[in-house]
C-alpha cells in the first residue's frame, strides 16, 4: 500500500522560507508523478507544483511560479517543495499526491487526476 507522509510545514513570517518533504514508502518511487497542492481554510484544493514521471517536466501555479521549487530524490523516495518569500496567502494545508499508474503523467494540475494522498502539513505565514 503506497503511503506518502509530508513534512517541513511550520509557522514563518512573511518573506522567509520552508522546505516541505514528502517521504513515499509502499512501492518504488521512480517512475511515477508526483505533485503538491495545498488546502486554505473555506477553500477548494489547489494545485501548487507537479513532476512528471520522469522528472524532465515540470508544472507550478501561476501563484508559486518563481518562489517555489519542487524536486525529488529517488534514491531517498522523497519529494520537496522549496518555497521561498513566503506570503501570508500562501498560508494552508500542503499535500503530497501521486499516481497508481507508473510511467504516466495525469493532468498536472488536475487534483482527481492523482491516486493518493498524504494527510497534509499546515504552512501558516504571518504578516
Known amino acids: 500500500q503506497v503511503q506518502l507522509v509530508e513534512s517541513g510545514g511550520g509557522l514563518v513570517q512573511a518573506g522567509g522560507s520552508l522546505r516541505l518533504s514528502c517521504a513515499a514508502s509502499?512501492?518504488?518511487?521512480?517512475?511515477?508523478?508526483m505533485g503538491w497542492f495545498r488546502q486554505a481554510p473555506g477553500k477548494e484544493r489547489e494545485f501548487v507544483a507537479a513532476?512528471?514521471?520522469?522528472?524532465?517536466?515540470?508544472y507550478y501555479a501561476d501563484s508559486v511560479k518563481g518562489r517555489f521549487t519542487i524536486s525529488r530524490d529517488n534514491a531517498k523516495n522523497t519529494m520537496y517543495l522549496q518555497m521561498n518569500s513566503l506570503k501570508p496567502e500562501d498560508t494552508a494545508v500542503y499535500y503530497c499526491?501521486?499516481?497508481?499508474?507508473?510511467?504516466?503523467?495525469?493532468?498536472?494540475?488536475?487534483?482527481?487526476?492523482?491516486?493518493?494522498w498524504g494527510q497534509g502539513t499546515q504552512v501558516t505565514v504571518s504578516s
Open positions: 499526491t501521486t499516481v497508481s499508474s507508473r510511467y504516466r503523467d495525469p493532468v498536472p494540475s488536475m487534483a482527481r487526476s492523482y491516486d493518493y
Open positions: 509502499g512501492r518504488s518511487f521512480s517512475g511515477y508523478a
Open positions: 513532476l512528471s514521471w520522469s522528472g524532465g517536466r515540470i
